[in-house]
């Protein structure tokens, strides 16, 4: 009886007696939510466009914000050692970066994907857990592993609104998801190359016949999803840091992917938002119930759930299997 | 075509000819030190400065005094990346080349090596870290963690804050959160945090942050609903870092804010920047460089360029710490030379030198460390050393670490009945019959 | 020239229904498990066989598990970290709990609480597929560990989160702990991975191995015809966790000694296992053996011949280790995506034509 009344009524009385607490909750968790959002959305542009799972999209993400620092304290790759004439300023070296991941780009579809097309779902797959592998290692030599900060100059510190605390830094990157979603889908549905991609999603073959090079528009997307990667490794690398366990939010964003559909761009980031508040939730009003740390495995559970009822998740396109 | 079959064998018969560079004994002309190392994968950053001021000590001996009694010292790296695995991997790779001793730096690693090295007599010294009840030296012969362990830190820890709050009756009443990685590692404080809870009467609540903790706004959003008195942070890697800045972002006194002795280092308060300022952590050693010893080694081993890392880094925090790492097993090799009266000593000659450390101030002193560390006593019945717990404080200006309290001594008289109780249990299981120490 | 069936004639049904119907199959299997049996326990040092062999299968059996699932029947998991934990976990209390138990049987005992777990998270499967699943697979991953975490039970209540294997006999010879022989511990793990695997090759070829593979292959068909999809994924999924669950028991008793969660996290044991399968070949016994030589004993080869032989300092040679390493597993793919044991088939196949090249 007692338990009844701990799991199915207690944390729904603390809500409602504790209004802006929770609010502060919800609005936690819908920050956190955005966060993981910008991580999927690089999984998601390449999976619609090459329909390859990319794993490496968290190093990816870790290799730009290691980029990003380096240029920006002067570091000479594999040297290691700090120039002073080297350090760019922000804008300049965020540009640089940007030019990075592009050539990263080149390089991967030369390297792995010309070589593996038409292969089955599963050996792409792994081959991004070989290019992970090797670009965590090239990232480690060329810029060090030690711990780097990074301060782009997003405003730090929180206001009150009737007793809710507001993050400066989360509205922040609220707002950066919003205006990356928004370039994006204007991207994607109003120039030739959106449409371009559009078409390599729904089937190569026909794009093919129409005239798409493949080739180019692989090119295209990686650099876009590396665009988006140096993003998310601008926003979670400013909260903790940039370092290796930056990789690792790779994994935070796959319950993201799964509920909003590998396909989806708002799928991505609705998904993210539910995530995000459930995770919050859990942690907070059923976590002390049963001895904390939940969030993890709550996560994949809730995104199951949503799978029983959606098996392509919220947003994903049906597979349809004919016989 | 043919290209890719000749690639292919080339790239077989390179592995299978690595795989002939397996190790054999080592003749002992030199004292051999393996060290297990991680300066890549996740924990990189604090393993760096770890084993630099390790290794640059024992270069320091080689250079300035020739070894240890006249034996030259050999250092072997061994990258274990934290992974255990590797860990194991490298420990039956290095003990057959003569290891003296081994200082994992990991405690899923020394878990591993705990019963190994008992059957292989090789000393593993967990300086404050790895299994607690190791400090009964009756049932863990082989295994050391002084100078001091996490229970003994978490009293001395409500001691520091029962002298902040005026004395320990003013504890009663008073909320103190414990953030700890959800491993074993994390754990290790709570068991003492709830009986000196019942003791002093503070309320306690435990907030597990799960690994790696890259995500912690579930655990902050509690804390600002709490808002307790005091928070104690177990945490390890990319979990310090966040929880700092997180801790500044919503505005929580840093001066309340004790991390444990894997806590408090310059990694940790980098990415607040300076919203770290004011976070203390506690602390077995002294933090700085300025010490004469660190004078030493910048003038003999950095300036001949024999330095493992960069000269910047001599001082940190967990330069030190490496640093007393390599001086207590020194020591432990010249006391054993001493004791029995052979320049090549073994694995069990040290452990007999570990275990007879006895080190006071003028011994510190000699070896050109002021106030640096207690007095520490290591006996047979006791690994943990008789080592006391410090409080330093993060100032983001100077960016450095200071002491802001005096030496404390932990609760050894509600900790060592705990320790024993563990100790027993862990021999029941393992069929040990704990030694005589009389 | 040497691998031909010539003048091989079958003269009973027995025969012709072998495991290996050509005679230089079985010959080249024989050798091989004498010389794993007699000779290598002669010629390998204790480094080898703690590092190296014991390892290798340890995690052959866990890949021969996951290709059951994966490879046969097309369930693509990422569990197999938490299934071997649970293997790993139920072994230690079974053996604390019940001392007289011999360790063959706790062993054995492990796999089948394992496929208990298997089978109540397999369920998922019959809805979702694909990636989904793999995903789903890690809810799995993530709450076993989380629960084996969080019960003092599972630890027997000790302080320090960790399980120690005691000391246990077999005829007579400590085959676990520390005070175990090497070669002890080499000769049962080798005698379990011989007789699973055998028995592994025996079930995949049979009626119950061609339903797997039915399913994987167009699972819709496959209903159609008759084969029940309910019963025939939890079937894969039981059967694969059990092989997963021995895999993870032998790894605490016989290999490591002591275990935490930890040690059986994803990136520590579910993807490797995932890496194994797919480059040793997926749907292929062989294949299993193959990946688990090549993810096991790579890195180390490596770091030997970056470290040991050409002395380069140890941190240097593991970044230029894991660099070669992800370079090999793509280089691997290119070359050859169905797997090393693709590579072992096309090298039987000319061997057959030798000396003629076609």
């Given amino acids: 009886m007692d338990i009844l009344y701990a799991v199915f009524v207690a944390p729904f009385v603390d809500m409602v007696s504790y209004p802006a607490f929770f609010t502060e909750v919800v609005l936690g968790g819908l920050m956190t939510g955005v966060m993981y959002s910008l991580v999927a959305l690089g999984f998601v542009l390449i999976f619609k466009a090459s329909g390859v799972f990319n794993f490496s999209q968290g190093v990816m993400a870790l290799f730009a914000a290691l980029t990003l620092v380096g240029l920006m304290s002067g570091t000479v790759p594999f040297a290691l050692n700090e120039v002073a004439w080297l350090a760019m300023p922000v804008w300049f070296a965020i540009l640089v970066t940007i030019a990075v991941m592009i050539g990263l780009a080149f390089v991967v579809e030369f390297a792995v994907l010309r070589r593996l097309v038409n292969q089955e779902p599963i050996i792409l797959f792994m081959a991004t857990i070989g290019l992970a592998f090797v670009l965590e290692g090239v990232g480690d030599l060329m810029w060090g592993s030690n711990v780097k900060a990074l301060d782009i100059g997003i405003p730090t510190g929180f206001f009150e609104i009737s007793g809710v605390q507001i993050q400066k830094f989360e509205l922040f990157a609220a707002a950066t998801a919003a205006v990356l979603v928004a370039v994006l889908a204007v991207f994607f549905n109003k120039t030739k190359i959106g449409r371009a991609l559009r078409a390599v999603a729904d089937d190569h073959q026909a794009a093919l016949s129409v005239g798409i090079s493949l080739r180019k528009i692989w090119i295209i997307v990686w650099s876009v999803s590396g665009l988006v990667a140096l993003v998310a490794g601008i926003m979670w690398g400013s909260k903790s840091g940039v370092q290796f366990s930056l990789s690792l939010i790779a994994l935070k964003a796959l319950p993201v992917l799964i509920l909003g559909g590998f396909t989806s761009v708002p799928g991505a980031i609705v998904g993210g938002l539910i995530i995000g508040v459930g995770e919050k939730i859990a942690e907070i009003y059923w976590g002390p119930l049963v001895g904390g740390a939940i969030e993890n495995w709550f996560a994949y559970m809730l995104a199951l759930l949503f799978l029983l009822f959606r098996p392509q998740g919220l947003f994903g396109e049906k597979i349809i299997e004919r016989v | 075509m043919y290209l890719k079959k000749f690639v292919i064998g080339a790239m077989s018969a390179a592995v299978a000819a690595g795989a002939i560079a397996t190790t054999t004994a080592m003749a002992a002309e030199t004292l051999f030190i393996p060290s297990m190392v991680y300066r890549t994968g996740p924990y990189a950053p604090n393993g760096v400065p770890f084993a630099n001021g390790y290794k640059d000590y024992f270069t320091l001996l080689n250079l300035r005094d020739g070894g240890i009694g006249g034996v030259m010292l050999e250092v072997e790296e061994c990258e274990t990346g934290y992974n255990t695995k590797v860990g194991v991997e490298c420990y039956e790779k290095l003990k057959g080349k003569g290891a003296l001793a081994f200082s994992p730096l990991s405690t899923g690693i020394t878990y591993q090596l705990i019963p190994k090295a008992s059957v292989d007599k090789i000393p593993v010294f967990s300086m404050g870290y790895g299994r607690t009840s190791a400090a009964d030296g009756r049932v863990f012969e082989y295994i050391f963690n002084f100078p001091t362990t996490y229970w003994s830190q978490a009293s001395a820890v409500i001691k520091y804050i029962g002298s902040k709050e005026g004395g320990m009756e003013n504890l009663k009443g008073k909320k103190i959160a414990h953030i700890y990685h959800n491993s074993a590692y994390g754990k290790e404080a709570n068991p003492t945090l709830e009986v000196l809870a019942e003791k002093f009467g503070y309320d306690l609540t435990l907030l597990a942050v799960d690994h790696p903790g890259q995500e912690q706004k579930s655990t902050w959003l509690q804390i600002r609903r709490l808002k307790p008195d005091w928070i104690y942070m177990s945490g390890w890697g990319v979990m310090n870092q966040v929880a700092v800045k997180e801790a500044a972002s919503i505005g929580y006194p840093m001066d309340r804010f004790v991390g444990n002795w894997w806590s408090g280092t310059e990694t940790d308060v980098t990415p607040a920047g300076a919203g770290a300022h004011g976070y203390t952590s506690t602390t077995f050693h002294a933090p700085g460089g300025n010490q004469a010893l660190h004078d030493e080694i910048r003038k003999v081993v950095y300036a001949k360029g024999e330095g493992a890392g960069k000269e910047s880094g001599v001082g940190e925090v967990l330069y030190n710490r490496g640093m007393l790492n390599a001086i207590f097993i020194s020591e432990a090799i010249r006391r054993a030379q001493e004791h029995f009266k052979t320049k090549n000593v073994t694995g069990e000659h040290v452990r007999w030198g570990l275990e007879n450390t006895d080190m006071k101030q003028e011994d510190w002193k000699k070896l050109g460390l002021v106030d640096f560390i207690g007095d520490i006593k290591v006996s047979c019945a006791d690994h943990e050393g008789g080592g006391q717990v410090r409080v330093q404080q993060w100032d983001a200006e100077a960016k450095s670490w200071n002491f802001v309290s005096e030496w404390f001594t932990p609760m050894r008289d509600i900790i060592r009945p705990m320790i024993e109780a563990d100790a027993a249990a862990y021999a029941k299981e393992n069929n040990i019959t704990p030694r005589d120490c009389t | ?358």
């Avoid at chain 3, 050798?31 to 014991?54: G, K």
């Avoid at chain 3, 089978?119 to 799995?140: D, N």
């Avoid at chain 3, 167009?218 to 997963?244: C, H, N, R, W």
């Fill in chain 3, 1 to 358: 020239m040497f691998y031909r069936e010539t003048g091989q004639f079958k003269t009973s049904y027995a025969a012709d229904q072998a495991l290996l119907p050509i005679a230089q199959d079985r010959y080249a299997l024989l050798a091989t498990l004498v010389i794993a049996f007699l000779v290598v326990p002669l010629v390998a040092n204790e480094y080898w066989f703690q590092a190296v062999l014991i390892p290798f299968l340890v995690f052959a059996l866990a890949a021969i598990g996951l290709n059951i699932l994966t490879g046969y029947c097309g369930q693509l998991s990422l569990g197999t970290g938490g299934f071997m934990a649970v293997g790993a976990y139920s072994a230690y209390k079974m053996t604390t709990n019940l001392p007289d138990l011999n360790i063959v049987f706790v062993v054995l005992i492990s796999g089948v609480i394992t496929a208990a777990v298997g089978i109540l998270f397999g369920l998922p499967s019959l809805r979702i597929k694909g990636f989904y699943l793999a995903v789903a697979t890690l809810a799995a991953q993530f709450f076993l560990l989380w629960v084996l975490n969080k019960f003092g039970w599972f630890v027997n209540y000790s302080p320090s989160g960790s399980i120690a294997i005691p000391p246990r006999q077999v005829f007579d010879v400590t085959v676990t702990s520390a005070h175990a022989a090497p070669v002890a511990r080499y000769l049962i793990t080798l005698s379990f991975v011989t007789v699973l695997a055998l028995a592994a090759k025996n079930l995949v070829r049979g009626s119950i191995g061609r339903s797997w593979m039915a399913i994987r292959d167009m699972d819709v068909a496959a209903e159609i015809i008759g084969i029940k999809p309910l019963q025939t994924k939890l079937l894969a999924f039981a059967v694969s966790s059990f092989y997963v669950g021995v895999a993870g028991a032998m790894f605490l008793c016989f290999w490591l000694g002591t275990a935490e969660t930890e040690a059986f996290d994803l990136l520590n044991v579910s993807f490797p296992v995932l890496f194994m399968i797919i480059i040793g070949g997926l749907g292929s016994i062989l294949g299993s053996f193959l990946g688990s030589a090549f993810i096991t004993l790579v890195p180390i080869f490596l770091t030997n011949a970056f470290v040991g032989g050409l002395g380069m300092q140890a941190v240097t040679a593991k970044h230029l280790e894991i660099i070669i390493f992800g370079s090999m597993i793509i280089f691997f793919l290119i070359v050859e995506p169905h797997g090393l044991a693709r590579l072992w088939q096309i090298m039987k196949e000319k061997l057959r034509l030798w000396p003629f090249p076609y």
